[in-house]
């Protein structure tokens, strides 16, 4: 049974922080890390979740595709439309904050997956969104540093 990670939210200094890369020849190692963000992040709702969302400031991230969750590590950005677009976000780590954030409508990115092997993927919509905010907070970057119209739900008690 994987383990509930605790989800730190802003502000804290591990989400500002530049995350470092996993070596290559280390990836297994981090079978059972993975293993838990993944059921963190299904268990906390989210469509992404960064490595420093759970107090660690390494180069991994969680991305819930149409396929299921996908281990992303050391992902790097290697090409960006163009044609941006502006739409609505929140992030674990702010909660009850909602803001629309301008992205790149496609990119392709590159990353190691679960198993060390190099792969690509292209992404657009609302996929290339969730990669670009979740590389962002491999870089100490929230969504709330660029959103406009931002709002704070309250929660009623
Ligand atoms: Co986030």
Redesign the pocket.
Known sequence: MPTLLQVISEPNEILRKISIAIKVDEIPRYKILFDDMIFTMKESDGI?L?AP?ISKNIRVIIVNTKDGPQVMINPAITSRSILKEWDEEG????PMTFGKVKRHKKIVCKYFDSSGSQKQVEAKGLMARVIQ??ID?LDGV??IDSAKNIKKLKTLN
Request: hydrophobic share 40%; charged share 10%.
């Open positions: 992404g960064a969302q992030c674990l780590s702010v905010h979740e907070h929230l969504f």
